[in-house]
């Protein structure tokens, strides 16, 4: 998956924003573990449209030694993989990131099939066909809007697992359910469209949303994505830091990982700093 840059980008610097996170993740263990396999995705790509990343640093602390490994996943999603041998009592990994979004500007990406199938999340039901039945690209608004008013935001009655059929039926959900509802409306009406995590200005946690595709206007080889944010009940703009995209929420989990300590307990504590100039 490539994201070329936009010319504006290049063109006039007094256009850009410049974002510098700063997140701290920590795990605690309620005693001893070894063979920690932590797999993170919580960089920036080097480029997402008018999004440039200017530089990042991951370290982990609070252990003896550590080896990480780090890739470019399906999606084009920078994966870092740590090893941990052994774990006292806590492990932390410190994210430092630099980067800058042109005020305006259009992303151009490459097209993935799997942006057109339902996945086990995304999967719709008989409301979900229903409203995208009557839809089409130039609905994305009226899209947004529907799932935005599908849902009051309530934290903690659904999770990861939680498809966006159960948090459509239940009524309540968090960001990650207003995006998987909005996905699969969309590609019910045979529109492309991908889940994209990040963050938000101004909000303390992770963010998500919706990116549509749509042939380049110019009948040129490529897709131009639009972002919309179903949460928010508007369109994407250079507030938002694109972290990682994907079919669903399973491609783009910021934090999965396994260790050998079967009685070992673990506390997970996030604290993160966006600030943007």
């Known amino acids: ?10 063109s006039d610097d007094r256009r850009l924003r410049t974002f ?27 480029a997402h449209g008018p999004q440039q990343r200017r530089r990042w640093q991951l370290s982990v602390e609070g252990v003896k030694s550590s080896s990480m490994r780090t890739f470019l996943d399906r999606f084009g999603n920078v994966t870092v ?34 942006y057109l199938r339902p996945t086990r999340l995304t999967e719709p039901d008989e409301i979900i066909t229903e409203i995208a039945s009557g839809v ?28 966006a059929s159960e948090a459509l039926a239940g009524g309540r959900g968090v960001c990650q359910d207003y995006a998987h509802i909005m996905l699969a409306v969309c590609r019910t009406a045979g529109l492309a469209a991908r889940y994209v995590s990040g963050h938000l200005t101004g909000e303390g946690g992770s963010h998500a949303w919706v990116e549509v595709l749509q042939p380049h206007p110019d009948h040129q080889a490529g897709w131009i994505s639009e972002g919309w944010d179903p949460t928010h009940n508007r369109r994407t703009g250079a507030d938002y830091l694109v972290v990682a995209v994907g079919r669903d929420y399973t491609d783009v989990a910021p934090l999965s990982g396994t260790y050998d300590g079967k009685s070992a307990r673990n506390f997970l504590a996030v604290e993160k700093r966006l600030d943007q100039k």
Request: proline share 4%.
């Open 81 to 114: 993989d740590v090893f941990v041998p052994q774990v006292d009592d806590e492990v932390e990994f410190v994210l430092d990131v630099e980067a800058c979004a042109d005020r305006s500007g259009s992303c151009e990406t490459d097209f993935d099939r799997g």
């Open 1 to 10: 998956m490539t994201h070329r840059r936009s010319s504006a980008l290049a």
């Open 136 to 163: 089409s690209g130039a609905d994305l608004g009226s899209i947004c809007t529907w799932v935005h008013r599908s849902l009051d935001y309530e934290w903690g009655v659904t999770g990861v697992h939680t498809t």
């Open 20 to 46: 510098v996170l700063d997140q701290r993740i920590r795990y605690r263990y309620s005693e001893p573990v070894t063979n920690l396999h932590q797999r993170l995705r919580v960089v920036p790509p080097s």
